[in-house]
């Protein structure tokens, strides 16, 4: 009698549960979280594991200072919904903190932060 109803406690649970909610969390970046590169590189590209809504999604680039330094032209890739990117001018050797919050196409909102380094 008991196997029965864990079995059927079992069964109803399966049916009441929902599958939680998915969220656009960062993959990876180019230049990568916590990375040294040499040289300036042209562009900060972050992938996210969902396809984002480009009118909601955005990265910034900032110095040491707070300053933002990227170019102002933040874009979700055409081609892949899920790559965001947005262009660098020539960056000083230095610590450059990234700071993003995006939307996915699930309506979830998720943000978060990084840094890498310029190297000489």
């Keep these: 009698m008991r ?11 399966s ?3 929902t599958p939680a909610g998915a969220h656009a969390f960062l993959d990876h970046a180019m230049p990568a979280v ?3 590169v040499h ?7 972050l992938w996210f594991t969902q396809e984002l809504e480009p009118a909601f999604s955005t990265v910034q680039v900032l110095d040491r200072d707070g300053k933002r330094v990227d170019k102002g ?6 081609a892949d919904a ?5 262009s660098l001018p020539q960056l000083a050797p230095g610590t450059y903190r ?3 919050r995006v939307l996915s196409v699930d309506t979830h909102v998720t943000e978060g932060n990084f840094t890498f380094d310029v190297a000489p």
């Design 34 to 36: 916590g990375s040294a």
């Design 98 to 100: 990234v700071t993003w």
């Design 15 to 17: 049916v009441i549960v």
């Design 73 to 78: 032209d933040p874009q979700v890739d055409h």
């Design 82 to 86: 899920t790559e965001l990117v947005v």
């Design 39 to 45: 040289g300036s590189p042209a562009q900060l590209k």
């Design 3 to 13: 196997s029965i109803l864990a079995i059927a406690t079992l069964a109803v649970a």
